[in-house]
């Protein structure tokens, strides 16, 4: 059997429903970016996936350009999640990029990131957000160049990864940078389910793409509740 015609191994998120609805999960190696509006649960989801990943012994970090260290442990902890033991355990740790440190930040992700997830040996990677990561440059080409190299760091490490980022309010479907979408292997879309007086009465669930694997294609609800999220893969074309 040949490379090419291997099986592909797939990384489950640890997001019951959502794993029915890849398959099993997110093919190894992959980067996917998760996108949605503010409340949407993206920063959560990408807390559930590596807190899944280090209770099977698998290293993950998240990279973090928005909330502080204690504010994501304080975030984990209200769901249950065994965050300070995987501390402890060496299987997740919160690499934190000041904003302010825009310089910095940048000559880090273009230049030392990739060796710093192998050194670490991380199986796992979020990146929350991608959005404040373009904002860390003043032209077009410079967040291109950047977002290019944090996608190539990441899969340089061989570890599945998760890129949150702002949906455009105007258009739920797509990042509000646009760009994201291009360096992405899949995109899951986290939005709003409307009733026809226009109140938000739900979330709903997309996988929009997801590269070199079947996945269902329907819109699925799915909750965040006092255990994380999750989705009902049953409820087919839900919203539609």
């Given at each position: 059997?040949?490379?090419?015609?291997?099986?592909?191994?797939?990384?489950?998120?640890g997001?019951?429903?959502?794993?029915d609805?890849?398959g099993?999960?997110?093919?190894?190696?992959?980067?996917?970016?998760?996108?949605?509006?503010?409340?949407?649960?993206?920063?959560c989801?990408?807390?559930q996936?590596?807190?899944?990943?280090?209770?099977a012994?698998?290293?993950?970090?998240?990279?973090?350009?928005?909330?502080?260290?204690?504010?994501l442990?304080?975030?984990?902890?209200?769901?249950?999640?065994?965050?300070?033991?995987?501390?402890?355990?060496?299987?997740?740790?919160?690499?934190?990029?000041?904003?302010?440190?825009?310089?910095?930040?940048?000559?880090?992700?273009?230049?030392?990131?990739?060796?710093?997830?192998?050194?670490?040996?991380?199986?796992?990677i979020v990146?929350?957000?991608?959005?404040?990561?373009?904002?860390?440059?003043?032209?077009?080409?410079?967040?291109?160049?950047?977002?290019?190299?944090?996608?190539?760091?990441?899969?340089?490490?061989?570890?599945?990864?998760?890129?949150t980022?702002?949906?455009?309010?105007?258009?739920?479907?797509?990042t509000?940078?646009?760009?994201?979408?291009?360096v992405?292997?899949?995109?899951?879309?986290?939005?709003?389910?409307?009733?026809?007086?226009?109140?938000?009465?739900g979330?709903?669930?997309?996988?929009l793409?997801?590269?070199?694997?079947?996945?269902?294609?329907?819109?699925?609800?799915?909750?965040i509740?006092?255990?994380?999220?999750?989705?009902?893969?049953?409820?087919?074309?839900?919203?539609?």
């Amino acid at each position: 059997m040949s490379e090419s015609d291997a099986p592909i191994r797939k990384v489950p998120t640890g997001v019951a429903g959502l794993d029915d609805m890849l398959g099993g999960g997110i093919p190894q190696g992959h980067v996917v970016l998760v996108t949605g509006l503010p409340g949407t649960g993206k920063t959560c989801l990408g807390l559930q996936f590596l807190l899944a990943g280090a209770t099977a012994g698998e290293k993950g970090i998240f990279l973090s350009l928005e909330e502080d260290a204690p504010a994501l442990v304080t975030s984990a902890k209200q769901f249950g999640w065994p965050v300070e033991e995987a501390t402890k355990a060496g299987t997740f740790a919160i690499l934190r990029l000041d904003p302010k440190e825009t310089r910095q930040n940048l000559n880090r992700i273009q230049g030392e990131l990739d060796k710093e997830f192998v050194r670490r040996g991380v199986k796992r990677i979020v990146v929350d957000s991608v959005s404040l990561l373009n904002m860390l440059s003043d032209d077009e080409p410079s967040r291109r160049t950047t977002l290019f190299a944090l996608a190539s760091a990441c899969r340089a490490s061989g570890a599945t990864t998760l890129l949150t980022a702002e949906a455009d309010p105007r258009h739920p479907d797509v990042t509000r940078d646009g760009l994201s979408e291009y360096v992405a292997d899949g995109v899951i879309v986290l939005g709003y389910a409307a009733a026809t007086d226009g109140r938000q009465v739900g979330l709903t669930l997309r996988i929009l793409k997801m590269r070199r694997t079947a996945h269902a294609r329907s819109v699925q609800p799915y909750v965040i509740s006092a255990k994380g999220i999750a989705v009902d893969a049953k409820a087919i074309d839900f919203g539609r």
